[in-house]
């Protein structure tokens, strides 16, 4: 009987010393969003708002506690919320940045909206944030003299590395190094930022970390044809987690996969990984999260969120009564990213265009804004609210009734057509081109003629199209409305165009 208790002893400590034996194998949890620009649900409520997200990933986290959030680029700007003052100082993503803290992200790539910002406001951001940043080709521009964008904590400056390196443990005493790179498109030249080649960094980074880490990942914000050329370049790279296109994407070069989740966390890739030490394989299963109404809202973040959302619905109320009524349904997405917004004419385009001569009863031959004016960067599907077309432009301002000579617009529409690519870009009503002449009306368009275009103010102003002001030669009249006026403000002529749609 004693040599049995004995046995059964030794039994239980071979399976204790044996279960808890590193078995050389990991697994590990990615939760991946790109191009995050609203905290709050969009579309009427039923997709998106970081607070569903954060309860995605608590449970992820009850699953497995190595669970790490990744931003793949794009959350400072643009936002309607970023545009407006708070005590004193506009947002600028002040907010991004605290819901970021509160679901305690692990990393962020750099997008090329970050560099909207001033070179003043993006320090705060990163001065507030409790997460890491990452970029290799990016850098402060002083001056011709370049160094790394950096974090003040308490006063100290810490430098933003172009790499990232995280341990992994997991119950059975299993522990890896993971790596990371991230690269930006160099698609937002702003006098504070230096550019490197983005291939080069890729590649350079990736030589730094492979003898110091067990695997590296990519987190990175370019499109997706460089994602691709990355892959090929560094083919051992299991997942390039990327962001920029707006709309999900999953591809696969070689031994890489590159995913892409949809803008403002309408879908969030979550990736489980198993990364064996002894064969040096890493498995990646990719799944894409729909993030819509059936998700709960998670308490804390829920509730930094709703604070946020009253300041913003206040400032909207001193426009438009009901900022959430839906006040249109978009059967066909409109169209207001960034770069189809500057090169070619969008529907959403048309459609803010053609509530501008609206707002005259449509007694006007045209109407033209700049692309610049319309700062969605993103596409408006199902359910519209009027906080939506605040989205769409946040900016605001009137549009005035103008009476111009076909001259100066033939002129003012060929500077419009150059600048393709460009926020000077016209998106137009009422006013086509056809075998390279101007057409207003399904006439060509009259140099001698004068005539009654809507514009947004923002253009009378010269920026855009420097010979466009109000006393330019070709210029007759300018009739800037009333306040009781839908031109007053260019997004309740947007709203009440809808609601009559």
């Not at 030794?10 to 204790?16: D, N």
């Not at 890896?176 to 490197?196: E, H, L, M, Q, T």
């Not at 426009?319 to 169209?335: G, Q």
């Not at 460009?422 to 086509?432: C, D, E, P, V």
Request: charged fraction near 25%; aromatic fraction near 8%.
């Amino acid at each position: 009987m004693k040599s049995i208790k004995v046995l059964l002893t030794l039994f239980s400590i071979i399976v204790f010393i044996s279960c808890g034996r590193d078995d050389g194998k990991i697994a590990f949890t990615f939760l991946q969003v790109n191009d995050v620009y609203e905290i709050a649900p969009i579309q009427g409520g039923k997709y998106g708002g970081m607070a569903r997200l954060e309860t995605v990933h608590q449970e992820l986290m009850n699953e497995n506690e190595n669970t790490f959030v990744m931003m793949a680029g794009d959350f400072l700007n643009p936002s309607l919320l970023g545009t407006i003052k708070y005590k004193g100082d506009r947002i600028r993503g002040r907010q991004m940045v605290e819901v970021m803290n509160a679901m305690n992200f692990e990393l962020a790539a750099f997008g090329n909206h970050e560099f909207d910002l001033s070179k003043n406001d993006l320090q705060k951001r990163i001065n507030e944030s409790t997460f890491s940043w990452i970029g290799a080709n990016v850098a402060l521009n002083l001056d011709g003299n370049t160094e790394s964008f950096f974090k003040k904590v308490s006063g100290e400056k810490k430098s933003i590395p172009k790499t990232h390196t995280i341990s992994v443990k997991d119950a059975d005493g299993t522990t890896i190094k993971i790596g990371f790179i991230s690269v930006c498109i160099p698609s937002n030249p702003r006098s504070y930022v230096a550019y490197s080649d983005m291939f080069e960094e890729a590649k350079a980074s990736y030589e730094s970390l492979k003898d110091g880490v067990d695997v590296v990942f990519g987190l990175t914000h370019v499109n997706i044809k460089h994602d691709k050329r990355i892959a090929e370049m560094l083919p051992d790279i299991p997942l390039i987690m990327g962001g920029h296109e707006h709309t999900n994407i999953k591809h696969q070069v070689g031994n890489t996969m590159i995913t892409k989740a949809d803008a403002n966390a309408k879908t969030a890739y979550i990736h489980k990984i198993t990364f064996d030490k002894k064969t040096k394989k890493t498995n990646v299963v990719s799944k894409l999260r729909e993030i819509n109404e059936t998700i709960e809202t998670d308490p804390k973040v829920g509730g930094i969120v709703d604070r946020w959302q009253v300041v913003l619905n206040t400032k909207i109320k001193e426009i438009i009564a009901n900022p959430n009524e839906v006040i249109y349904n978009a059967k066909e997405p409109l169209d207001g990213r960034d770069t189809p917004i500057r090169s070619t004419q969008t529907n959403l385009g048309k459609l803010v265009t053609a509530s501008m001569a609206f707002a005259f009863d449509n007694k006007v031959d045209g109407a033209l804004v700049n692309g610049g004016s319309i700062r969605i960067d993103d596409e408006l599907k199902g359910d519209v609210t009027s906080t939506d077309v605040f989205r769409v432009l946040p900016f605001g301002g009137s549009v005035y009734k103008i009476e111009i000579k076909g001259s100066l617009l033939e002129e003012v529409l060929n500077f419009g057509k150059q600048a393709k690519g460009k926020g000077a870009y016209l998106q137009r009503f009422n006013i086509s081109e056809k075998e390279n002449n101007w057409v207003i009306n399904k006439q060509k368009l009259n140099p001698n003629k004068t005539y009654t275009i809507a514009v947004s103010d923002y253009l009378m102003k010269g920026f855009d199209i420097p010979m466009l002001t109000e006393k330019a030669p070709g210029v007759i009249s300018v009739y800037k409305p009333s306040t009781t006026e839908l031109g007053y403000d260019i997004r309740k002529a947007v709203i009440h165009f809808l609601r009559a749609q």
